[in-house]
Nanobody, 122 residues
Framework: QLQLVESGGGLVHPGGSLRLSCAAS????????IAWFRQAPGKEREGVSCISSSGSTNYVDSVKGRFTLSRDNAKNTVFLQMNSLKPEDTATYYCAAGNPFECSDYALYDYWGQGTQVTVSS
């Protein structure tokens, strides 16, 4: 059974950091593109960052220079390092797996985790 489990969310002050993890089971993660999405209350879900099966990464403009996506194949886990967090980063963060032609084709992800809450507040 293919499963994705996110962890690492929490409450952090503005300017702080968090590292989210997306652990995969039931499939080999590096055969898929993996993306992180977020959804804030009252807002649509947006794609934040992705990594292709070949290892190339993509970031939405609002997180460039602050977020870093990496993959540990031995652990079958993808990490999202989030630095210089802002209140507008507050959302539920989800990871997803799929096989889009470009990993930034965020509409084409099929398998989803349950989400982890990130709250940035003073």
């Amino acid at each position: 059974q293919l499963q994705l489990v996110e962890s690492g969310g929490g409450l952090v002050h503005p300017g702080g950091s968090l590292r989210l993890s997306c652990a995969a089971s039931g499939f080999t993660l590096d055969y898929f593109a993996i993306a992180w999405f977020r959804q804030a209350p009252g807002k649509e879900r947006e794609g934040v960052s992705c990594i292709s099966s070949s290892g190339s990464t993509n970031y939405v403009d609002s997180v460039k220079g602050r977020f870093t996506l990496s993959r540990d194949n031995a652990k079958n886990t993808v990490f999202l390092q989030m630095n210089s967090l802002k209140p507008e980063d507050t959302a539920t963060y989800y990871c997803a797996a799929g096989n889009p032609f470009e990993c930034s084709d965020y509409a084409l992800y099929d398998y989803w985790g349950q989400g982890t809450q990130v709250t940035v507040s003073s």
